[in-house]
């Protein structure tokens, strides 16, 4: 069932890449039509397929500008963030959407596995949520394996960032796993 998954995200990653590569290819100019200048515009959004949820009753949504720009601000240790979260200095954003849940969030949690699509194996990750208090919270960090997936425990949902550390890093900055040390 995981290889189907996995197959069945990777086909529509591809889909989306295509169209949108195929959506900003510009028009072969013509002696009438001269080729527009290319405009650069870095996003200042995370595309929400830059992870992947593959359990049944959740659904993500692309976080708006001002929750992403606020996950920013707190990357740049605002507010000593980093030093109350144990968040290395070199972590990176990698997602910030919006998580909902349509069904009944168990007693112990609802553990989602999450797939991380613009990270590489070995990459540290920390999932952090923010609850309704406005608080954020480390729901899921550990070391990605070669499918890429983290698994973090949610109490409750929306919204949801993703940082990264690149495994060049790790060793860098001395990170160990949580429960074993290595």
Same mark, same amino acid.
């Given at each position: 069932?995981? %290889?189907?998954?996995?197959?069945?995200?990777?086909?529509?990653?591809?889909?989306?890449?295509?169209?949108?590569?195929?959506?900003?290819?510009?028009?072969?100019? +013509?002696? #009438?039509?001269?080729?527009?200048?290319?405009?650069? !515009?870095?996003?200042?959004?995370?595309?929400?397929?830059?992870?992947?949820v593959?359990?049944?009753?959740? +659904?993500?949504?692309?976080?708006?500008?001002?929750?992403?720009?606020?996950?920013?601000?707190?990357?740049? #240790?605002?507010?000593?963030?980093?030093?109350?979260?144990?968040?290395?200095?070199a972590?990176?954003?990698?997602?910030?959407?919006?998580?909902?849940?349509?069904?009944?969030v168990?007693? $112990?949690?609802?553990?989602?596995?999450?797939?991380?699509? #613009?990270?590489?194996?070995? @990459?540290?990750?920390?999932?952090?949520? %923010?609850?309704?208090?406005?608080?954020w919270?480390?729901?899921?960090?550990?070391?990605?394996?070669?499918?890429? !997936?983290?698994?973090?425990?949610?109490?409750?949902?929306?919204?949801?960032?993703?940082?990264?550390? @690149?495994?060049? @890093?790790?060793?860098?900055?001395g990170?160990?796993?949580?429960?074993? $040390?290595?």
């Amino acid at each position: 069932m995981k %290889r189907f998954y996995a197959l069945l995200l990777s086909v529509i990653l591809i889909v989306t890449l295509s169209l949108s590569a195929l959506a900003n290819s510009p028009a072969a100019p +013509s002696n #009438n039509n001269p080729a527009p200048a290319p405009v650069v !515009t870095a996003p200042t959004v995370a595309p929400v397929t830059a992870v992947s949820v593959a359990v049944e009753g959740i +659904s993500t949504v692309s976080a708006s500008e001002v929750l992403a720009d606020h996950a920013k601000d707190l990357l740049d #240790n605002k507010d000593d963030f980093l030093v109350t979260y144990a968040i290395p200095e070199a972590a990176k954003l990698a997602a910030v959407f919006n998580m909902n849940f349509d069904g009944e969030v168990p007693a $112990g949690g609802l553990q989602v596995p999450i797939v991380v699509n #613009n990270a590489d194996a070995g @990459d540290y990750v920390i999932v952090m949520h %923010r609850k309704a208090d406005g608080i954020w919270e480390v729901v899921g960090r550990g070391f990605l394996g070669e499918d890429l !997936t983290v698994v973090a425990t949610f109490l409750s949902f929306s919204p949801v960032m993703v940082l990264v550390v @690149d495994a060049a @890093d790790v060793a860098v900055q001395g990170i160990r796993a949580p429960k074993t $040390g290595e």
